[in-house]
């Protein structure tokens, strides 16, 4: 069965970006990891000692505005939670880690290469949440 356009090209956008920080020297520890029942990490990732969460936000185009203006307040608060859990796994509290959203503006089949942006530390930890 196939799957439906908007999850074939959230897939294909992820494929994108976890290439684009690859060859950025980003090491790559996880792809669609999930924390809990509810929450999903599009990309974890290192980039020296720090810890990457990257939240990978795939559009056509930007004819609707950029597709980083999608992680809202809601977004951003899940994505907190889902990173709290994961760092509380690695019982190392103490670990430096940020939030990055990486855009790819393109279509799957086209024939250019989409459009790639990377935007570091694109947003704080929610401040409901804290680590020990």
């Not at 930007?62 to 859990?85: C, D, F, I, M, W």
Request: aromatic share 8%; net charge positive; charged share 35%.
């Amino acid at each position: 069965m196939n799957e439906p356009r908007h999850l074939e090209t959230g897939k294909w956008g992820e494929k994108i970006a976890a290439k684009y920080l690859k060859k950025k020297g980003y090491k790559l520890l996880g792809e669609r990891v999930h924390i809990g029942t509810r929450d999903e990490l599009d990309l974890i990732a290192r980039d020296g000692e720090i810890l990457v969460f990257v939240e990978v936000k795939t559009r056509a185009s930007e004819k609707y505005g950029s597709p980083a203006s999608s992680v809202n307040r809601h977004k951003r608060h899940t994505l907190s939670r889902a990173a709290v859990r994961y760092i509380k796994k690695l019982r190392n509290p103490r670990i430096c880690f940020r939030f990055d959203v990486v855009e790819v503006i393109g279509k799957l089949d086209a024939a250019e290469p989409p459009v790639v942006r990377h935007i570091e530390n694109a947003f704080p930890l929610d401040a409901c949440y804290t680590l020990p």
